[in-house]
């Protein structure tokens, strides 16, 4: 109950396309759902994150989509450039804070020019 | 503002030798997390101290133990080290439990058991 599935696992879009990574999860006392991007040799970095009391939120080119009731969450990237490409991680976390996060297994995103 | 830094980068060890492992948390910061990332896989919770307490622990056996000093730095330590617990370990801190702050995370030590 504990897990999150990310899919896919690897992504492909070509320069100014809006690559999208979906995560489910099934723990209903999650509460904090974030993104990171990692870079290789580098630990993960914060990209966004949401709570569940809205259904979007946007930064920049980074937008998070939440459906509470299906228990599923997506990170859209708008305007996609090649210093995009990283690997992705969603994850969750219960208790209103940043306790013991679960991530998903990643996304291997690669934007070609 | 210094990030959260941790040493050494990379360690090579035999199996059934013991590691420590070392993370000077970001200034400001009094909760410290490890985790641990397999290739190709996300991190997971190992463990995680709030003014050197440990406050919460993931799927990991007593031989993964840590400690966090008056500073903030940390440790982590894993006894009879066995090849699956090759990985990167990762680092991360935040300002506290309560204060919803993100965490930040090193670039993490890559441990390799032979």
């Known amino acids: 109950q504990q897990q999150v599935k990310q899919s896919p696992q690897s992504l492909i879009v070509q320069k100014g396309g809006i690559p999208i990574i979906n995560c489910a999860y099934e723990?209903?006392?999650?509460?904090?759902f974030p993104w990171y991007q990692q870079f290789p040799g580098k630990g993960p970095a914060l990209l966004i994150a949401?709570?569940?009391?809205?259904s979007e939120k946007k930064e920049g080119r980074f937008t998070i989509s939440f459906n509470k009731s299906a228990k599923q969450f997506s990170l859209h990237i708008m305007d996609s450039q090649p210093g995009d490409s990283a690997t992705y991680f969603c994850?969750?976390?219960?208790?209103?804070?940043?306790?013991?996060?679960?991530f998903g297994t990643g996304t291997r995103l690669t934007i070609i020019p | 503002e210094t990030g959260v830094t941790q040493s050494p980068t990379h360690l090579i060890k035999t199996r059934g030798q013991q590691v420590t492992l070392r993370c000077s948390s970001q200034?400001?910061?009094?909760?410290v997390s490890w985790y641990q990332q397999a290739l190709g896989q996300g991190p997971q919770f190992i463990f995680q101290?709030?003014?050197?307490?440990?406050?919460g622990r993931g799927n990991f056996p007593p031989r993964f133990s840590g400690l966090q000093f008056p500073n903030y730095s940390s440790e982590l330590n894993v006894n009879a080290l066995e090849l699956d617990d090759s990985a990167l370990y990762l680092c991360?801190?935040?300002?506290?439990?309560?204060?919803?702050?993100?965490?930040?995370f090193g670039n993490g030590t890559r441990l390799t058991v032979t």
């Open positions: 991360a801190s935040s300002s506290g439990r309560m204060n919803n702050s993100p965490l930040h």
């Open positions: 200034s400001g910061h009094n909760t």
């Open positions: 994850a969750a976390s219960p208790n209103f804070g940043n306790e013991k996060l679960t």
């Open positions: 101290y709030y003014r050197e307490e440990e406050n």
């Open positions: 949401i709570r569940p009391d809205v």
């Open positions: 723990n209903t006392a999650f509460d904090y």
